[in-house]
């Protein structure tokens, strides 16, 4: 290849950038490592030492009969949601991955339908499918007898759903795995006369074990962290895990049990920590792989296919859209029991939570600000993060980088207990208290997703052309010049996605600022559980409705760039 064809500019190309301070760089890289101590490490470690400050205390209180209740139904709906995760998502990937069936993009596209809907909201639509005289709770009192209560309001209701929530999470563990199958051994095999059981139970289910366990533990940290899904089934149920435990308790001793959570908090850190060393350890013992031989489907189907995609759409609409037709029906009519007819759907309850429910209106508001501001500052502070430490790698700052991630994959109850207890006091020389304000909510989401900003850049950092930075470098321009001017169009598209993700998660969660808000700094996330739990069914549906159009438009968005990302930037396309 020619000097021409590789089309380096020359000098006079940066002509128009000014010549940049010698402290450029270090300037701009300390202002993203203040970011990432003080959002991210700092809170963590006030945390921790909260925690470990009385140790007395704590060994009383997680020895207390509340806490070894709540601890053993963590651990126990956590395995027990793993072990669906698996069955579910694992088998859908091996049934869409390896055989022949048709439309797999779009069935691939429903599993993972579950990864972009909010647990609170996943966990308020299978409330309304299986609300009393709906066709599905009559067929399910059919076949088990009638219930007395509802039927999700119970530790099983806690398990089933968050099993079907973190499906996706194996779903794409497995998928990523049989893209790098060796198509050969099971041309090898086939040609000894070796069937499609034999094959997948004697070649390629040992070639994908590490990624079944690797997709396990990453639904097993994810389970035992959520609050979404607990605190609207088990709460009523009275089934208490570690996440509402800590809720309940803030909520009703306010900061003086902070002790007490933060020990709490560390024992779901301890968990956490488990499963991701498991994840971690699976993830290490995959095969490395060279895919030899024709792509796509290894085991047809032959006669078979039609039962096997009839099946397969029954499924995956069962799980993932008649759970939320239900929660339209239910926001359409004007109480629960009323039955869905053109007489009796109604836009009412949108046209109250949007125009007359003032806590509603301003948990919009503040949801999108939050999350606006957080999708920003974290697309800004990824992408320099991500500069200096993939394209430039400087040692200081990959060490940053992997810091980063902490708080996204702890659950995060650590995080708002971490942002309580650094936050409570008036800041240093400020003497202003952020607590009880929307500003703490904002600063436990800077450092929790800056995570997921950070990704997508540095993925595409580091497929990038290293040329044209290198050419701007010996014409003279500075670092930041060269991230500015060279590196950010190139890498737009991800820095534009990892906005997207970051907006998107903001805009619905619930676990953070669940702990945070008060009257005043409702988010929507806080709005959908309160109204639940008031008894205002239809308010809190028609609220999840509109959360759902908003996070689906948003992944929509996102998907137009996902040609220029890398592969596994967007977490809904495998």
Do not use: K
């Amino acid at each position: 290849m020619t000097e021409a064809e590789i089309s380096v500019p020359g000098p006079n190309a940066y002509a128009a950038y000014p010549r940049g301070s010698r402290w450029g760089d270090p300037a701009l890289a300390g202002a993203a490592g203040a970011y990432v101590l003080l959002l991210c490490a700092l809170p963590l470690l006030r945390l921790f030492a909260e925690g470990l400050a009385q140790p007395e205390a704590a060994l009383a209180m997680l020895g207390g009969r509340a806490t070894l209740r709540a601890l053993q139904n963590t651990i126990v709906s956590g395995l027990g949601s793993t072990i669906i995760s698996v069955g579910i998502g694992g088998g859908l990937a091996l049934a869409i991955g390896l055989t022949d069936i048709r439309r797999r993009g779009v069935l691939a596209l429903l599993c993972l339908l579950p990864m972009l809907i909010p647990p609170q909201i996943a966990a308020l639509a299978w409330i309304r499918l299986l609300d009393a005289g709906s066709p599905a709770r009559a067929v399910l009192d059919a076949v088990t007898g009638p219930w007395s209560n509802h039927p999700l309001y119970s530790g099983g209701g806690v398990v089933w759903i968050m099993g079907l929530e973190h499906a996706a999470l194996v779903f794409l563990a497995v998928t990523a795995a049989i893209r790098s199958l060796p198509c050969d051994l099971v041309e090898a095999a086939r040609a000894a006369g070796a069937r499609g059981p034999r094959i997948l139970l004697g070649i390629l289910l040992p070639l994908l074990r590490p990624a079944f366990g690797a997709g396990a533990a990453l639904a097993f940290v994810s389970a035992i962290g959520n609050f979404g899904v607990p605190a609207l089934l088990g709460i009523p149920g009275r089934y208490s895990v570690l996440t509402t435990l800590i809720y309940q308790r803030l909520s009703g001793f306010g900061p003086s049990v902070l002790g007490e959570v933060a020990a709490l908090a560390l024992v779901l850190a301890v968990l956490a920590a488990l499963g991701l060393g498991l994840q971690r350890w699976a993830a290490s013992q995959a095969p490395v792989l060279v895919r030899t031989g024709p792509t796509g489907p290894v085991l047809p189907l032959g006669r078979a296919r039609p039962w096997a995609e009839a099946a397969l759409w029954f499924i995956v609409g069962v799980l993932s859209i008649a759970p939320l037709l239900a929660l339209l029906a239910s926001a359409l009519v004007p109480a629960l029991g009323v039955e869905l007819s053109l007489g009796t759907a109604s836009l009412d309850q949108f046209g109250y939570i949007l125009f007359q429910h003032d806590a509603t209106r301003r948990a919009f508001l503040n949801s999108a600000l939050l999350a606006a501001a957080a999708a920003l500052a974290t697309a800004a502070v990824g992408l320099v993060l991500a500069y200096y430490a993939a394209a430039r790698r400087w040692r200081a700052m990959r060490w940053l980088d992997t810091l980063a991630d902490l708080p996204y994959a702890l659950p995060g109850v650590l995080t708002a207990i971490a942002a309580i207890l650094l936050l409570l006091r008036p800041l240093p020389l400020l003497g202003v208290s952020l607590y009880g304000t929307l500003w703490i909510i904002l600063a436990a989401y800077l450092g929790r997703f800056l995570a997921l900003a950070l990704r997508p850049v540095a993925a595409a950092i580091a497929q990038a052309d290293p040329a044209p930075e290198e050419a701007a470098r010996l014409a003279g321009a500075r670092g930041p010049q060269r991230l500015l001017g060279i590196l950010l169009p190139a890498v737009a598209p991800a820095v534009a996605t990892g906005a997207i993700l970051v907006f998107l998660t903001a805009f619905n969660e619930l676990t953070v600022s669940a702990l945070l808000w008060s009257r005043g700094s409702e988010t929507v996330g806080v709005m959908v559980f309160s109204l639940q739990a008031e008894g205002a069914a239809t308010a809190a549906s028609a609220v999840a409705v509109l959360t759902v159009l908003v996070t689906l438009g948003l992944a929509g968005v996102a998907t137009l760039f996902a040609r220029r990302l890398p592969r596994g930037s967007l977490p809904w396309l495998p």
